[in-house]
């Protein structure tokens, strides 16, 4: 059974920083590609970063140069990194992994950017 458990979240001010984790289970996380998303208000879920098991990376227009996103196979866990974060930023992130067509979801970590 897959599991994806995120923790990190939380308040922060305007330029500050957040790390996110996301400590899968259920899955052989240094073959399978792993990703974060992020849905705020009112608004559509959208790709954050995506890190394939060969460490490539790519990421949201919205975040490049400000997100980095990590992963640390011996502990089937990955990361992002977040800097210089903004109010647009806000937002309930969720981590995610593709196995074969089926997305598998976390419970979700919130994030706030105050002004």
């Known amino acids: 059974q897959v599991q994806l458990v995120e923790s990190g979240g939380g308040l922060v001010q305007a330029g500050g920083s957040l790390r996110l984790s996301c400590a899968a289970s259920g899955v052989f996380f240094r073959l399978t590609t792993m990703g974060w998303y992020r849905q705020g208000p009112g608004k559509q879920r959208e790709l954050v970063a995506t890190?394939?098991?060969?460490?490539?990376?790519n990421y949201g227009d919205s975040v490049k140069g400000r997100f980095s996103i990590s992963r640390d196979d011996a502990k089937n866990t990955v990361y992002l990194q977040m800097n210089s974060l903004t109010p647009e930023d806000t937002a309930v992130y969720y981590c995610?992994?593709?196995?074969?067509?089926?997305?598998?979801w976390g419970q979700g970590t919130q994030v706030t950017v105050s002004s």
């Open positions: 995610n992994c593709r196995i074969v067509t089926y997305d598998y």
């Open positions: 890190i394939t098991p060969g460490g490539s990376t």
